[in-house]
């Protein structure tokens, strides 16, 4: 792929192009895609869509580093134990698992030959889509890798923060504030929001009663530094535009 035949797309925006320019771009010269999957739940003093913009603005960021298109997104998920908190949803598994098989079918119909899924939402979504990636890959012969960015980039929380996160803690707040600071309403932060996830078989409640959920007791405390964000947010998007660009060339390399 030239360089020139890159900068002669206008956009990678999928919704922002014509038929006719779709024809001339997928796959002659554009052969993935990027697409950013969420759900709309309680994350502390973070957005209730913050696993929508995550991926969203990661797609955004990676799209031109790995030559992918970046799909609309699937905001509405499958959300689990806080779909209880105002503003919340949760799409009942056997839909949300229908539609986004249609959705994958489609883009792999569309001539897509890479499905990258950037899943911004853990719970029992990961689950899910780790099985139709297999399942879809399996019927349309398209190459599905699946993304759940903050657990691949568990190490990076460590080296940039010094601990580990949580959800709605440190990383992922921080991932929001460098999208735009704005998103943060700081001035409703308490540490008390904060519970850490109980280990397996000692408890759980349902509503969970935080919706910041730290992964290990004590650590993982949104500290709302600007900077750390930044450079959080850039090694994310680097590490996990590497696990894009090395998957595909062993894929290539394997003929598969
Ligand atoms: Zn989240």
């Known amino acids: 792929?030239?360089?020139a035949k890159k900068s002669a797309l206008r956009t990678r925006d999928m919704e922002c192009i014509n038929w006719i320019e779709f024809r001339e771009w997928v796959?002659?010269?554009?052969?993935?895609v990027l697409l950013p999957l969420g759900?709309?739940?309680?994350h502390g003093v973070a957005p209730n869509?913050?696993?929508i913009l995550a991926p969203v603005a990661m797609a955004r960021e990676i799209a031109p580093r790995v030559n992918a298109m970046v799909a609309p997104a699937v905001p509405y998920g499958f959300?689990?134990?806080l779909d209880a908190y105002p503003g919340s949803f949760t799409i009942p598994e056997e839909a949300f698992r229908s539609y986004v098989r249609a959705v994958l079918t489609g883009?792999?119909?569309n001539k897509f030959k890479n499905i990258i899924l950037l899943n911004g939402h853990g719970g029992g979504q990961t689950a899910i889509l780790g099985a139709l990636a297999q399942e879809v890959g399996r019927d349309t012969g398209a190459r599905i890798l699946v993304v759940n960015w903050w657990s691949y980039c568990s190490d990076v929380t460590l080296e940039v923060f010094g601990e580990d996160g949580g959800h709605a803690a440190e990383n992922e707040t921080a991932y929001i504030l460098a999208i735009d600071p704005a998103l943060v309403q700081?001035?409703?932060?308490k540490s008390e929001?904060?519970?850490a996830i109980p280990p397996p078989n000692t408890w759980s409640a349902y509503p969970f009663p935080s919706t910041i959920m730290l992964y290990k007791e004590g650590q993982g405390y949104p500290k709302f530094d600007p900077v750390k964000a930044k450079t959080y947010f850039s090694k994310v998007n680097d590490k996990i535009a590497r696990l894009i660009r090395e998957t595909i060339k062993k894929w290539d390399m394997t003929g598969v």
């Not at 796959?27 to 993935?32: L, Y």
């Not at 759900?39 to 309680?42: A, G, K, N, V, Y």
């Open 1 to 3: 792929m030239s360089t």
């Open 186 to 189: 700081k001035a409703h932060y």
């Open 39 to 42: 759900t709309l739940e309680p």
């Open 193 to 195: 929001m904060a519970t």
């Open 27 to 32: 796959p002659a010269k554009i052969d993935t």
């Open 49 to 51: 869509g913050t696993d």
């Open 79 to 81: 959300t689990g134990m």
């Open 107 to 109: 883009l792999a119909k």
